[in-house]
């Protein structure tokens, strides 16, 4: 979709809180544009960990990632907000008490006010060594569908939860799933770790992947060094999930005069910034005994959202009213 010249308000990260915002910023009426730098919704659910169960939403026994994303994009999408994916909010300036948000392409959005739902920030994974040139082309740092993994042998580099949750998804549609940590011990939880150990799940700890051999048809087999041998261990692979863990930041964000606290964005209780109109929410937003939590980027979502609508019309109410009594 293109972004309209005006909207009331800019979203900056497309993840649960910002879809959440964009829902209720509909429910009051604000036009609504919503921006992230990955190509899908969802942000880090989306990214890291769409097949995987979440068991700390209200109302949901269990949810998968996938199925949450969904839902939560039917629910905003009752409001028609504009959604600006794969795009970058790089500077914020203010032009006739109006916020102009560039983004990379060379768009633009005005709005009214800008609510920050940006997660952890902007997150790049760590790379394997040994993958150079195999990112797409059987080595990957995220399973977004366990099904594209259906019969293959896969390694899994790693030693953190991602790495074992991956190893526990993938046990039952492929082949064959083996681990490889550089250490003998794991960052990952215990009963995680219990859990992939009692599938049978082959696990080769003090070891790196030194090499991935192929060929234009795909991803053949990797080459493993194992401390105190000689011999390096050789196993079929047609795909590597290199779950090394990530390094974040804020981006461009860090430069558009807000508090920043530990990569954090400080906030008061109406979840507005050191800066007039700008609010932030999620794991983003930093206040003292803050819990970052999907459910509290929610409450935090609907807070932001009914401090802008009285922020942009005085005349407003804090309070909407209960959406169970709406028509």
Known sequence: ??????????????????LFAAYYAGFRDLTTAVVDSLPEPGGQITAMYPEKQIYDVA???????????????EQANQWKPTYLLGRRALALSEVD???????DGGATVNAGAVLITAGIGEFTPRPLPAGDGWLGRG???????????????????????????????????????TLVHRR??????????????????RIITDAEVTALIGDDEGLRE????????????????????????????????????????????????????ARDRVYAAGDVAAYPGKVKLIATGFGEAATAVNNIAVALNP???????HSSAAE
């Open 1 to 18: 979709m293109t972004a309209p010249t005006e909207v009331d308000l800019l979203i900056v990260g497309a993840g649960p809180t910002g």
């Open 59 to 73: 109302g949901f026994p269990a949810v998968r990632g996938r199925d949450l994303v969904e839902a939560l994009v």
């Open 97 to 103: 008490g109006r916020f102009l948000v560039e983004l």
């Open 139 to 177: 080595m990957v740092h995220f399973v977004p569908a366990l099904d594209a993994h259906r019969d293959q042998d896969v390694i899994i580099v790693g030693g953190g939860d991602s790495a074992f949750d991956w190893a526990l998804a993938l046990h039952p549609v492929a082949t064959s799933v």
């Open 184 to 201: 003998a011990k794991f960052r990952a939880m215990p009963a995680t770790v219990r859990q992939v150990e009692a599938l049978g799940v």
């Open 222 to 273: 990797a080459r493993i060094a194992v401390k105190g041998s000689e011999e390096e261990v050789v196993l079929p692979a047609q795909a590597v999930v290199a779950a090394l863990g990530f390094t974040a930041d804020l981006g461009p964000i860090d430069s558009w005069g807000l508090e920043i606290d530990h990569r954090s964005i400080s906030v008061d209780s109406t979840m507005r910034t």
């Open 315 to 321: 005349d407003a109410h804090l309070f909407p009213g």
